[in-house]
């Protein structure tokens, strides 16, 4: 499976950014979704995971409220909304497809983007 994320970009404090991730075939909608993101110096966290038919949505404390993780099977296409942003969201986004039908941490994926940088200015 080969995924593509875009969307990134430099966007003001309390923007808005929608990043999508488009994979290669159909496998993907059997399995979990999830976006993780780096900073600088920083490990690659999980943001927003979703299970493989939408129906269970998780997210990192940091981002509850402000961000929506949805799918669309059909499309083979997984996206991240990202509302009220905030110069600490600064990082390059990937996106992954998981092992399961539902992952959270990196090693439940094996499946990867190229990454899309987001950053935000205060």
């Known amino acids: 499976v080969q995924l593509q994320a875009s969307g990134g970009g430099l966007v003001q404090a309390g923007g808005s950014l929608r990043l999508s991730c488009v994979a290669s075939r159909r496998t993907a909608s059997n399995n979990g979704m999830g976006w993780f993101r780096q900073a600088p110096g920083k490990e690659r966290e999980p943001v927003a995971a979703?299970?493989?038919?939408?129906?269970?949505?998780n997210y990192a404390d940091s981002v509850k409220g402000r961000f929506t993780i949805s799918r669309n099977n059909a499309k083979n296409a997984v996206y991240l909304q990202m509302d009220s942003l905030k110069p600490e969201d600064t990082a390059v986004y990937y996106c992954a497809s998981a092992r399961g039908v539902l992952g959270w941490n990196r090693d439940q994926y094996n499946y990867w983007g190229q990454g899309t940088q987001v950053t935000v200015s205060s």
């Open positions: 979703i299970s493989w038919n939408g129906g269970i949505s």
